[in-house]
């Protein structure tokens, strides 16, 4: 829901800005295209540098919600942030959620991790277990015979609790679950 808010935001700042009113009609068909885009192609320096210009702002625009989007997120050291989210989705929904920000269900490979994450739990009034990024699946084995305890499954997905211990559930449980946003370390 947030993200759908700032999308409609996003567009009403777009059309109020930029008077983009007639934006709709300059790709009306794809019969006119060739006409518009050498229309377009032929417009003054003054036109296009005029267009540059909201294109500019246009992007400084996206770059301040995208930073609104992103305040309720907690930064680590290294930069990547983490959030907990208290809406109980099963594990796909929660990892394609992720995906909307930019984010998966976290991956944690290290004990500061661990803790950061089992910090941000401990914060929560509502969450005892949460969705990280690890699912479990098992290998065709030449044995049928298993002796897992079925409260003990091995196909399945992880949920960390408040102690930051990791548990196998099954991945269509509702739980809360946490994002992660790595830091991108390579600068283009």
């Known amino acids: 829901m947030q993200s759908t808010l700032i999308l409609c935001l996003f567009f009403v700042v777009v059309q109020t800005q930029f008077n983009f009113h ?4 300059f790709f009306s068909t794809d019969e006119e295209f060739p006409t518009q885009l050498q229309n377009f192609e032929s417009g003054t320096q003054t036109e296009i540098r005029t267009l540059k210009e909201k294109v500019s702002r246009l992007e400084k ?21 983490y959030r907990l989210f208290e809406e109980r989705k099963n594990w796909e ?40 990024g690890m699912k479990t699946k098992t ?3 030449t044995s049928t015979f298993t002796n897992f305890d079925s409260e003990s499954p091995i196909d399945g997905c992880a949920v960390m609790d408040r102690k930051g211990v990791w548990s196998i559930r099954s991945c269509i449980q509702l739980r809360p679950f946490v994002c992660q946003i790595v830091k991108n370390t390579v600068d283009i």
């Open 139 to 141: 290998t065709t084995q």
């Open 61 to 81: 625009l996206v770059d301040g919600l995208q930073s609104l989007m992103l305040k309720e997120w907690n930064v680590t050291e290294s930069g990547s942030q």
């Open 22 to 25: 007639g934006l709709s009609s």
């Open 93 to 132: 929904n929660a990892e394609a959620y992720c995906q909307g920000f930019g984010a998966h269900l976290a991956i944690i490979d290290n004990e500061v991790k661990n803790n950061f994450v089992k910090n941000l739990l401990n914060a929560s009034e509502t969450s005892d277990f949460a969705w990280i």
